[in-house]
């Protein structure tokens, strides 16, 4: 099941942004995984600062660029996210304990996610952000049972 949305401008994709987490809200998400993939400066951190927003982060939501992982405490959940596009090697997940990372308590946002190819857990979604003339188009595509209810929180306007 895929989601395709033209977003204009930034508005439009928070929402989007927004329905994705009051789906998640609905569902529980704890041990959740989305990859986010695109060029540079498509709006992949962007989109996943609207999603902590959503999901009831308060503060400020920087980019993982050079720290590879932000971790965002959201309750009962702490939700990872992850950039790994200066990432030399996928080995060096290991010597950071990435395996600890993936639980029942936590969920992941990963940016260049094939860049951590080998370790990282399967995808529940994947969010594919395209330039399209002045916005963004956004593929989403669900892998797993989560992300199709989900979806169809959001195709029924229930999220």
């Known amino acids: 099941m895929k989601i395709q ?29 989305c990859y986010l993939r695109g060029e540079l400066g498509a709006g992949k951190t962007t989109f996943s600062r609207s999603l902590l927003h959503a999901l009831g982060h308060e503060g400020k939501v920087k980019s993982p660029t050079y720290t590879l992982v932000e971790p965002y ?11 790994l596009y200066r990432l ?13 990372y993936f639980n029942d308590l936590s969920a992941s946002l990963v940016e260049w996610p ?22 963004r188009s956004f593929e989403l595509e669900a892998c797993s049972a989560f992300a199709e209810q989900c979806f169809s929180l959001i195709q029924e306007n229930k999220a």
Do not use: V, W
Not at 12 to 33: D, H, M, P
Not at 88 to 99: N, T
């Open 73 to 83: 405490d959201l309750g009962d959940i702490t939700m990872y996210h992850f950039d």
């Open 114 to 135: 094939d860049r951590g190819e080998g370790l990282l857990p399967k995808p529940d979604i994947i969010i594919d952000i395209r330039y399209e003339n002045e916005g």
């Open 5 to 33: 949305r033209y977003c204009a401008n930034e508005t439009a994709s928070r929402e989007l942004a927004f329905s994705l987490g009051r789906a998640f809200i609905q569902l529980g998400y704890g041990g959740t995984c």
């Open 88 to 100: 030399a090697d996928p080995e060096e997940l290991e010597f950071m304990g990435i395996r600890d």
